[in-house]
């Protein structure tokens, strides 16, 4: 049975706004790149790129302190690449679950002494799982829920593990021995509902956002307000600021969308929140 984890900071991401969130950013090499799909974030390689040939990666602004659970649910798309989720400290540790071709599932974890080691299975199945990455301590468990519930790929419990760490999704074309060339086909992965619940947070105000304000091309904040639950949208210069101010008033939800459409936008950057607030 896994503990329930009491979080400071809970950040589910919608993928369903025209941009992707300014708390995500994406580094990628040229033929590599990630998009907005309807409701989905796809991570893509064209026709033509070759077996090591890049890779793209979307990363966190903000590390997760303490005890943390992250999840998302990865869907497996088209060719042979390795798509997924990871956790990635600044020290050299990291932590893996990924999709690999049509079958294969997968995780890892590299420290900067002990080195790199994997575990792996195979479900043909398994095509729209739920990837989950949480930390205990220095102890980090990689698992997945392809629909039975989660099941446990690896466990890592070495010094170091306890460092603050980032999300890191990613996209790469490597050669894996399952699967027979060529290497240069398109490949695709779509990704949703990620979550992530944390004990602390550096570079992010620690808070609930239960769901993701996302901004609309007529520069509109909509979010999904539960019945009866009271909101507050509030903005920031900068995700590290001490003050966020208000914009409007409290509203509150009725089950469906909640947007506020005079939003003030005179800085070229502004961050959005949404503050829940006691019914």
Request: a negative charge; one cysteine or more; charged letters at 20%.
């Amino acid at each position: 049975i896994t503990p329930r984890l009491i979080a400071d900071f809970v950040y589910t991401v919608d993928f369903n706004g025209p941009n992707l969130d300014s708390r995500l950013f994406v580094e990628n090499s040229p033929q590599y790149g990630a998009r907005l799909a309807g409701t989905q974030l796809e991570l893509f390689k064209e026709e033509g790129a070759g077996a090591g040939s890049g890779i793209v990666n979307v990363y966190s602004s903000f590390f997760l302190t303490g005890d943390y659970s992250v999840t998302l649910r990865a869907h497996r798309g088209l060719g042979k690449a390795s798509a997924g989720l990871g956790m990635q400290s600044l020290t050299g540790h990291y932590q893996a679950m990924y999709l690999t071709g049509q079958s294969h599932l997968w995780a890892s974890r590299c420290h900067p002494e002990a080195g790199c080691d994997s575990r792996g299975t195979v479900d043909a199945m398994a095509t729209n799982v739920v990837l989950r990455i949480r930390r205990e301590g220095a102890r980090i468990t990689s698992e997945y829920d392809a629909g039975d519930g989660f099941v446990t790929l690896l466990d890592s419990d070495l010094a170091g593990f306890d460092a603050p760490m980032r999300l890191k999704l990613f996209l790469l074309q490597e050669e894996p021995g399952a699967y027979p060339p060529p290497y240069t086909d398109a490949a695709t992965a779509l990704y949703d509902d990620l979550r992530f619940e944390s004990q602390g947070v550096d570079g992010f105000v620690p808070g609930t956002y239960s769901t993701l304000a996302t901004i609309s091309r007529d520069l509109q904040v909509c979010w999904t307000g539960e019945p009866a639950q009271r909101y507050q949208l509030q903005w920031a210069p900068v995700i590290s600021a001490g003050n966020w101010l208000n914009v409007g008033g409290p509203v509150t939800g009725t089950g469906s969308s909640i947007c506020a459409s005079e939003v003030e936008a005179a800085e070229a950057v502004r961050f959005y929140r949404i503050e829940t607030l006691p019914e």
